[in-house]
């Protein structure tokens, strides 16, 4: 889905924006409604603690994506690791650890 003629949104895609109530929000894109113009964004950072780790709905204009780096280093890897931990994203901590395996490898 394309947003302001930016980028085409799509599910677990990074992003950062203002809520409602005009705090920082970084996340990842859970889902969409296209009837609402919503998508739907599981909190990793914010100006308000307590909205970490919650889904929270926030309409297409207030969300921008996050471009990926083409690389991460060890470290950058870990920090995602823990953090797919912590919202229970499976897919993404294999996906993630198969990433920090080869790059380690790759040392070796």
Known sequence: MTINNKAILKNNDWV????????????FVDSMSLEQEAVHV????????????KTIP?????????????TKNAGELEFLID??????????????SAELNEKKQAVN
């Open 16 to 27: 950062k924006g203002i809520s409602r109530h005009g705090e920082m929000i970084i996340g």
């Open 42 to 53: 599981v909190v990793a950072e914010s100006d308000n603690e307590e909205l970490i780790g």
């Open 58 to 70: 926030m309409h297409f204009t207030q969300v921008e994506v996050i471009p990926t780096a083409a």
């Open 83 to 96: 953090l797919a931990l912590a919202t229970g994203d499976k897919d993404w901590f294999e996906e993630l």
